[in-house]
C-alpha cells in the first residue's frame, strides 16, 4: 500500500529541517545580473556557464531567459529566467505562494500523470513576501525529443509588480512523477542568493550602482552563515525519507484495518473471542510496537518542522501525509467491501481470517521493516523494543 509518493514528502521534509543550504565556495567572481522590470529593479547573481538568448515585453508581462552556453532557446538543457508580472502587487489577496500554485498548476495540467512539487525554505529578500517550491513533469506531452522537466520556482511580490526567479532542467522522459532531490535544488536556490529588488533611481543607467553597491556585503553575509550553519550537525535526508516512507505505511495500513473493521466487527461470525479486527491486528507485539513507533516519529518531526519553519509548514504536511493514508486505505477497504451484503459478510469472515493468521502482519519481508526497528529501537524510552517478539 506504501507510494512512492510518501518519498518525495519525506525530501520536503527533509528539506525543511535542514534549513538554508550552504552557499557555494569559490563563486566570487559570479556576474551580477540587473534587470529593469517594470516598476523596479530585479539583481541576483548570474549561475556561471549561462548566457542571455531572449528578453521580452509584451504589455503587462516581461521575460528574460538564459540558457548553458552552447544551448539553444529551441534546444537547451537548463534554462535560468526572470519573469514580471507588472501591477500585480496591488491586489492584496495575491499571495506569493498563491502565484506559484497556478505556475504549478500549469504545469499538472500539462502532465496530469507524472506531475510533482515540493515545496522549499522561502528566501529571504529585504522586506518582500516571497515562496519557494520545486515543480516536474516526468514527461512532457508532445516534446521532440521527448523529455521531463524540473522547474525551481522563487516568488517575489514586489512594491507594485510579482517577479518569478526560475532555474528549470530538462532530463530523458519517463512515465513517472520526477524525482526530485531537494538538497540539489535548495542548493541552486543558494546559489541564485542573494535576490535583491531594488527601486529605480531616475536617469541612472546600468549597471545600476544604487541596487547593486550593496550586493557583494549581502553575498559575503550569506556565505558566512553557511559557513556558520555547516558546522551545525547534517540532516540525514536518506533516513528522513525511509522514516516517514515507513510511517506512512504504517498509518495506512491502519486505517485500512480500521475501515475494515468499522464494517465488519457488527456482522456475525466476524469477530474473534470477542476482539474486532483491528484490536486483533494491533495485539500482535510488532504491529502495535511499529504503529506506536509511527505515531512517535510522525510526532517528533512534526514539532521539528514547526519549530524550524512554523506551524503552518507542519499543519500542510501532516495535511498531505493524512490525506494520502485516508485516499489509499479507504480506497483499498471500499474495494474489498464492495458487493452484495452477503459478499460483504463472506469479505468480512475472510479478513478476519487473514488478519488472524498473521497475514497483515508487519514483518522482515516488508521493506520497511528495518526502518521500523530502528525507528522503534530509537524512540522506546528505554533505547530497546520489543520488534522482535512473535
Not at 154 to 173: C, F, M, N
Not at 200 to 217: D, M
Not at 264 to 271: E, K, N, Q, R, Y
Given at each position: 500500500m506504501a507510494s512512492r509518493r510518501w518519498t518525495a514528502t519525506g525530501m520536503a521534509l527533509a528539506a525543511v529541517l535542514a534549513g538554508a543550504p550552504r552557499a557555494r565556495a569559490g563563486d566570487q567572481d559570479t556576474v551580477v545580473a540587473v534587470m529593469p522590470v517594470f516598476s523596479q529593479l530585479v539583481a541576483w547573481p548570474m549561475p556561471s556557464g549561462f548566457a542571455r538568448v531572449n528578453e521580452e515585453t509584451h504589455a503587462n508581462d516581461y521575460l528574460f531567459e538564459a540558457v548553458r552556453e552552447g544551448d539553444t532557446l529551441a534546444d537547451w538543457s537548463q534554462m535560468v529566467s526572470l519573469t514580471g508580472a507588472a501591477g500585480l502587487a496591488d491586489y492584496p489577496q495575491v499571495t506569493p505562494r498563491d502565484f506559484a500554485t497556478r505556475l504549478a498548476a500549469s504545469f499538472k495540467q500539462t502532465c496530469p500523470d507524472s506531475y510533482y512539487g515540493i515545496e522549499l525554505k522561502a528566501p529571504i529578500v529585504d522586506d518582500y513576501p516571497t515562496y519557494a517550491a520545486v515543480a516536474g513533469c516526468g514527461a512532457v506531452p508532445g516534446s521532440k525529443p521527448a523529455h521531463g522537466e524540473t522547474t525551481l520556482i522563487?516568488?517575489?511580490?514586489?512594491?507594485?509588480?510579482?517577479?518569478?526567479?526560475?532555474?528549470?532542467?530538462?532530463?530523458?522522459?519517463q512515465s513517472e512523477p520526477p524525482r526530485i532531490d531537494a538538497a540539489l535544488w535548495?542548493?541552486?536556490?543558494?546559489?541564485?542568493?542573494?535576490?535583491?529588488?531594488?527601486?529605480?533611481?531616475?536617469?541612472?543607467?546600468?549597471?545600476?550602482?544604487?541596487?547593486?553597491?550593496?550586493?557583494?556585503?549581502?553575498?559575503?553575509?550569506?556565505?558566512?552563515?553557511?559557513?556558520?550553519?555547516?558546522?551545525?550537525?547534517?540532516?540525514?535526508?536518506?533516513?528522513?525519507?525511509?522514516?516517514?516512507?515507513?510511517?506512512?505505511?504504517?498509518?495506512?495500513?491502519?486505517?485500512?484495518?480500521?475501515a475494515l473493521a468499522s464494517t465488519?466487527?457488527?456482522?456475525?461470525?466476524?469477530?474473534v473471542d470477542g476482539k474486532g479486527i483491528f484490536d486483533m491486528w494491533q495485539e500482535r507485539a510488532r504491529n502495535g510496537v511499529f504503529l506506536d513507533a509511527s505515531r512517535m516519529y510522525q510526532t517528533t518531526l512534526l514539532v521539528a518542522v514547526q519549530n524550524s519553519s512554523g506551524k503552518q509548514a507542519a499543519d500542510r504536511i501532516l495535511a498531505g501525509q493524512m490525506a494520502l493514508v485516508h485516499q489509499q486505505g479507504d480506497g483499498e477497504a471500499a474495494k474489498l467491501l464492495a458487493g452484495t451484503p452477503a459478499q460483504v459478510a463472506e469479505t468480512c469472515r475472510r479478513a478476519a481470517a487473514h488478519v488472524t493468521a498473521g497475514e497483515y502482519d508487519i514483518t522482515e519481508k516488508l521493506p520497511v521493516y528495518a526502518t521500523l526497528d530502528r525507528m522503534a529501537r530509537d524512540l522506546a524510552p528505554d533505547g530497546d523494543s520489543d520488534a522482535g517478539a512473535p
Open positions: 522563487v516568488v517575489i511580490k514586489g512594491a507594485h509588480d510579482y517577479y518569478t526567479l526560475q532555474w528549470s532542467e530538462r532530463k530523458p522522459a535548495s542548493q541552486r536556490l543558494a546559489t541564485l542568493m542573494p535576490i535583491q529588488v531594488c527601486d529605480r533611481v531616475a536617469g541612472e543607467a546600468p549597471p545600476y550602482p544604487s541596487c547593486t553597491s550593496s550586493f557583494a556585503a549581502k553575498r559575503n553575509a550569506l556565505t558566512q552563515r553557511a559557513s556558520t550553519a555547516g558546522k551545525e550537525p547534517a540532516i540525514d535526508s536518506n533516513a528522513v525519507e525511509a522514516g516517514w516512507e515507513a510511517t506512512g505505511f504504517t498509518l495506512t495500513l491502519q486505517h485500512y484495518l480500521s465488519c466487527d457488527s456482522l456475525p461470525g466476524v469477530s
